[in-house]
């Protein structure tokens, strides 16, 4: 007994003309990320912040370009009373300027209260230490939670239970204190051999800590979805074929939690920008002279500058406000758009 | 019932899976229990569930045999060991001559290009973030059998056999039907051209008509191929369409096994009475008149099976035609799974032929999809494949 193939043909047929392009000549599928970069570019919010995080990376990395425009460098002093005509007070040179010191043709944003040191220079120099170390910091929890986590669900059993456990005790750290008193210990101790030196050394150690301490987060995470994934078919199917487990977990299955770990990093980015900012703030991150948007608010309230100079705190407190609010909303774009639960674009 | 068919039906050995030479894939005393652990920290064994306890079955090259039962039965468990996705707990596996049960993933490498398996439910059996061209590749790409650089050709020429538009190498699962992917399933079964597939439930997520194609289709490879299917299902229209051989299952164990046509028409099993009995007759009139035997109860827990046979607690006759002797049989002596007609096995102490269960059954997968000749009688004859 068969089927007429007839009505076997109309069928197959029917159903494809469901999709009003499946006869034309190239035929290329969408992907979910495809899918979701067509809702991320409907939505103003997110193409605003997106933007502007674009504006701040391009920043950061011709840095030196634009400081070569202003005729600026971040390190050099300058005397304070050539910098700000004003007759109508005397100062003592080094002291800080009471007041707004308002921006300037030579000096963009201003300089810094007692030191001289060009604001705009420092505040470009401090976007690329501030995003340098929230991306590879993030790039690190994302890499190492992604891989345990899946590892964790996927094996079970003991691997599960020791990362699992492993995860609980980094979690049950109470971080900032943590973070506090690991960071110059890492850095007195470790720094030297494992982590470069001079400048790059509390830049590295404050990448290392910040993803090593990130990265329990998203493992819990992805365990709980590779929990769920690991009983689907089609990895049944790829260990039908023979498929070993590195090949299961990172072609199979990691490509289906993807979409959370990208809203998750995003989301991430901003929180590690402001844990930089808080380390530096607290005076255990980047030091002088290498500029970060932590450490020159943790300048501004040294010496309680922040009192006679608002302008020397504001400008890295906005350029902090900014960078994490559009990261946030960038996120919280990313995350809509890859809900499957979202109207279909 | 034709001559012809109990010729075939008495080539099979005495045990279901004793040795046939010719056997392709032969399955003894095949158990898969499951523990149940209980306990905080030091967590006890304290039982197990008994999915699988106790199946032989045998099957030659280019045969289907059907499995069916309902839910729960271990039906799908008993397939998913067979092809090794989980281990066996007790028993032979004995593929071409070689006893795989103890196999590693490693030993088993090379033998997955051989035993393929077609899930059911197309949704989940294809990762919605791969393109087809790389779910049909896969097997290529992880057995190597094909260079990189001539696997879309591969690929493509299976999309073609299979009826799907090869065009379509680049698109993802989501934008396909049911059906279709589907053929994507099988498409990747067959590319490494095994010689064993085990279906299952291939077409209980599809619309009937698309079940009626997917059937054709895998009648037609393995015909092409000559691939022998184990094809497990709960719809006994379509495992009588399709199945050379099969076996009926109940809480783990194997009710009965033969050929088709003798399942079909002489059925011996109290248990496959009553499934037979519960597939609707697609003849309105019939329908009303017929008697059907229904099981009350739940099915039992295969972690703590009935003693004595498994099926006593819902067995039609042991309840109703049973003296209290034979009864008491029932319950403390399990039966085993015995020769009781010529090639014809069934586990039962009091089998019996019930012809009138087997002649109201003619419904094939679709009433105009089966050639079936009914008398007026409502007795059917032979059917010709």
């Known amino acids: 007994m068969t089927m007429p193939a007839g009505e076997l043909e109309?069928?197959?047929?029917?159903?494809?003309?469901?999709?009003?392009?499946?006869?034309?000549?190239?035929?290329?599928?969408?992907?979910?990320?495809?899918?979701?970069?067509?809702?991320?570019?409907?939505?103003?919010?997110?193409?605003?912040?997106?933007?502007?995080?674009?504006?701040?990376?391009?920043?950061?990395?011709?840095?030196?370009?634009?400081?070569?425009?202003?005729?600026?460098?971040?390190?050099?002093?300058?005397?304070?009373?050539?910098?700000?005509?004003?007759?109508?007070?005397?100062?003592?040179?080094?002291?800080?300027?009471?007041?707004?010191?308002?921006?300037?043709?030579?000096?963009?944003?201003?300089?810094?209260?007692?030191?001289?040191?060009?604001?705009?220079?420092?505040?470009?120099?401090?976007?690329?230490?501030?995003?340098?170390?929230?991306?590879?910091?993030?790039?690190?929890?994302?890499?190492?939670?992604?891989?345990?986590?899946?590892?964790?669900?996927?094996?079970?059993?003991?691997?599960?239970?020791?990362?699992?456990?492993?995860?609980?005790l980094l979690l049950a750290f109470p971080q900032l204190l943590f973070l506090l008193t690991l960071t110059p210990i890492l850095?007195?101790?470790?720094?030297?051999?494992?982590?470069?030196?001079?400048?790059?050394?509390?830049?590295?150690?404050?990448?290392?800590?910040?993803?090593?301490?990130?990265?329990?987060?998203?493992?819990?995470?992805?365990?709980g979805q590779v929990l769920s994934l690991r009983e689907r078919e089609f990895v049944e199917a790829a260990r039908a074929m023979g498929a070993s487990p590195r090949r299961i977990i990172f072609k199979e299955i990691i490509p289906n939690v993807a979409a959370v770990v990208l809203v998750y990093a995003t989301l991430t980015i901003p929180a590690n920008i402001t844990a930089e900012a808080a380390l530096s703030f607290l005076g255990v991150g980047v030091r002088d002279p290498t500029p970060s948007w932590g450490q020159m608010l943790n300048q501004s309230q040294s010496n309680n500058f922040y009192q006679l100079d608002p302008w020397f705190m504001l400008v890295p407190g906005l350029a902090l406000l900014i960078t994490v609010l559009s990261f946030n909303l960038l996120g919280d774009a990313v995350r809509d758009a890859l809900d499957p639960r979202a109207g279909r674009s | 019932m034709s001559t012809e068919a109990n010729v075939a039906a008495s080539e099979i050995a005495l045990h279901p899976a004793a040795d046939d030479p010719e056997a392709l894939l032969a399955v003894n005393g095949l158990k898969k229990h499951f523990a149940i652990r209980q306990g905080l920290l030091i967590r006890r064994e304290v039982g197990a569930v008994k999915a699988v306890d106790g199946v032989s079955f045998s099957l030659r090259a280019?045969?289907?045999?059907?499995?069916?039962?309902?839910?729960?039965?271990?039906?799908?468990?008993?397939?998913?060991?067979?092809?090794k996705l989980l281990d066996p707990t007790a028993g032979a596996i004995i593929f071409e001559g070689k006893d795989i049960s103890g196999y590693s993933r490693a030993e088993m490498l090379p033998l997955r290009s051989e035993i393929q398996v077609i899930f059911q439910d197309p949704y989940s059996s294809l990762n919605p973030r791969h393109t087809i061209g790389t779910i049909v590749g896969a097997p290529f790409r992880i057995q190597k059998t094909v260079k990189e650089k001539g696997i879309k050709a591969e690929v493509q020429t299976l999309m073609e056999r299979v009826g799907l538009n090869p065009e379509h190498y680049n698109r993802y699962p989501h934008e396909f039907s049911g059906g279709q992917r589907q053929r994507i399933g099988i498409a990747r079964a067959i590319a490494l051209r095994p010689k064993l597939i085990v279906c299952d439930e291939p077409v209980s997520a599809l619309d009937v008509s698309i079940q009626a194609q997917?059937?054709?289709?895998?009648?037609?490879?393995?015909?092409?191929?000559?691939?022998?299917?184990?094809?497990?299902?709960?719809?006994?229209?379509?495992?009588?369409?399709?199945?050379?051989?099969?076996?009926?299952?109940?809480?783990?164990?194997?009710?009965?096994?033969?050929?088709?046509?003798?399942?079909?028409?002489?059925?011996?099993?109290?248990?496959?009475?009553?499934?037979?009995?519960?597939?609707?007759?697609?003849?309105?009139?019939?329908?009303?008149?017929?008697?059907?035997?229904?099981?009350?109860?739940?099915?039992?827990?295969?972690?703590?099976?009935?003693?004595?046979?498994?099926?006593?607690?819902?067995?039609?006759?042991?309840?109703?035609?049973?003296?209290?002797?034979?009864?008491?049989?029932?319950?403390?002596?399990?039966?085993?799974?015995?020769?009781?007609?010529?090639?014809?096995?069934?586990?039962?102490?009091?089998?019996?032929?019930?012809?009138?269960?087997a002649n109201a059954q003619d419904a094939g997968i679709g009433a105009g999809a089966v050639e079936s000749v009914v008398s007026p009688g409502g007795v059917s004859t032979d059917l010709p494949r």
Not at chain 1, 90 to 111: A, D, I, M, R
Not at chain 1, 129 to 152: E, H, K, P, Q
């Open chain 1, 10 to 168: 109309a069928v197959v047929a029917s159903a494809d003309s469901g999709d009003a392009d499946a006869n034309t000549a190239t035929v290329e599928g969408r992907s979910l990320f495809q899918i979701a970069w067509r809702r991320i570019r409907s939505s103003k919010v997110a193409m605003i912040s997106l933007g502007v995080l674009v504006f701040l990376l391009l920043i950061a990395i011709f840095a030196p370009v634009l400081t070569a425009i202003e005729g600026q460098d971040p390190t050099t002093f300058h005397n304070t009373r050539d910098v700000i005509d004003s007759g109508s007070v005397s100062f003592e040179p080094g002291l800080p300027l009471p007041g707004f010191k308002l921006p300037s043709s030579t000096h963009w944003l201003g300089v810094e209260p007692q030191t001289g040191r060009d604001i705009f220079a420092r505040i470009v120099y401090g976007a690329r230490v501030s995003l340098t170390i929230a991306f590879l910091a993030t790039l690190m929890s994302v890499v190492i939670g992604t891989t345990l986590g899946a590892m964790a669900a996927y094996f079970g059993g003991v691997v599960d239970t020791v990362i699992s456990r492993f995860m609980d």
């Open chain 1, 187 to 223: 850095q007195a101790r470790l720094g030297h051999t494992f982590l470069g030196k001079g400048s790059t050394l509390p830049i590295a150690s404050l990448i290392f800590i910040l993803g090593f301490f990130g990265w329990p987060y998203l493992a819990r995470i992805v365990r």
């Open chain 2, 62 to 83: 280019g045969e289907t045999m059907g499995l069916v039962g309902e839910s729960g039965c271990g039906k799908s468990t008993t397939g998913r060991v067979v092809t």
């Open chain 2, 214 to 357: 997917v059937v054709n289709l895998l009648e037609d490879l393995q015909n092409e191929f000559n691939i022998a299917y184990i094809f497990v299902a709960h719809d006994l229209s379509v495992v009588r369409h399709i199945s050379d051989r099969v076996a009926v299952m109940y809480l783990g164990q194997m009710m009965e096994f033969t050929d088709r046509d003798t399942l079909y028409s002489k059925p011996l099993h109290p248990y496959t009475h009553a499934l037979m009995s519960a597939v609707p007759v697609p003849d309105p009139a019939k329908e009303t008149r017929r008697d059907r035997i229904l099981l009350v109860g739940d099915l039992p827990s295969p972690s703590n099976p009935p003693p004595g046979c498994v099926f006593h607690t819902r067995c039609p006759k042991f309840r109703e035609r049973l003296s209290d002797s034979e009864r008491e049989r029932c319950q403390t002596e399990s039966p085993a799974l015995e020769l009781k007609a010529p090639g014809h096995f069934a586990q039962c102490h009091f089998p019996e032929v019930r012809a009138d269960i």
